[in-house]
């Protein structure tokens, strides 16, 4: 927590502005250009990136599609991987969150915004519903962030299982994947202090749907966790 309170402390001057701009755009997303409310979201983000002495290296922002609907999978490390992946991806992208972030402050408002989705994992129809609309949106161009292994790992750099079921967006979309490897986010916001602390983020060349649209959710799960763990193992 000390590190969420320098981040704060840093921006101070900035918070009041920033937040009623955002709480505005959050009360009617359809009234602004999406990318301008994602660039606000993106400077707030940035400002509390460097508040809280937190340096972030992303790589690979060439194997961001700029056109078309995608589907970015991440491995999942802890609170502050969303942050980081917000902060780096220029490309605007919505996120499926559990339940239990969607009501946070903050989040809310990030989540309006961008049109991101709760998912409640222990109700299957409405995981199901979520699944469809974020599938219907992203036929519509727009972009999603999903983590497949549901929750995050508590384990450092190591990975989860990854939910097959996460990859029907992909699938059903007939979209590209866009793997990402999060490095060291844990140290962010789920350890204590606020120490400088380094963050890699590599997004990975996409996988167009004529890779994997022949495989099953199972194998296509396999796929991009084993080039998420490759990402990983070779840079750590």
Request: aromatic share 8%; hydrophobic share 40%; charged share 20%.
């Amino acid at each position: 927590m000390n590190r969420i309170v320098t981040m704060v402390l840093k921006n101070l001057p900035i918070v009041p502005g920033a937040w009623i701009k955002l709480c505005r755009y959050a009360r009617n997303p359809e009234k602004y250009p999406e990318e301008e409310t994602y660039r606000h979201i993106q400077y707030i983000l940035r400002r509390a990136v460097r508040g809280g002495n937190v340096e972030l290296k992303a790589a690979g922002l060439e194997n961001i599609p700029t056109q078309g609907g995608f589907m970015l999978y991440a491995n999942h490390q802890g609170m502050f991987d969303v942050l980081a992946i917000a902060a780096t991806c220029d490309i605007p992208l919505g996120a499926v969150l559990k339940k239990e972030l969607y009501d946070v402050p903050f989040v809310h408002q990030v989540a309006l915004c961008t049109r991101s989705f709760p998912m409640d994992r222990e109700d299957v129809r409405q995981s199901l519903t979520v699944i469809q609309n974020v599938t219907k949106e992203v036929k519509a161009g727009r972009n999603y962030l999903i983590f497949p292994e549901g929750t995050r790992s508590r384990l450092g750099n190591q990975m989860l299982p990854f939910h097959s079921g996460s990859f029907r967006c992909a699938v059903k979309s007939k979209c590209p994947i866009v793997p990402a490897a999060l490095i060291d986010c844990f140290k962010v916001l789920d350890q204590k202090g606020s120490k400088p602390v380094t963050v890699q983020i590599h997004y990975l060349k996409p996988i167009p749907f004529e890779e994997y649209g022949h495989l099953k959710t199972t194998e296509v799960a396999a796929l991009v966790k084993d080039r998420i763990a490759a990402a990983i193992a070779a840079n750590t």
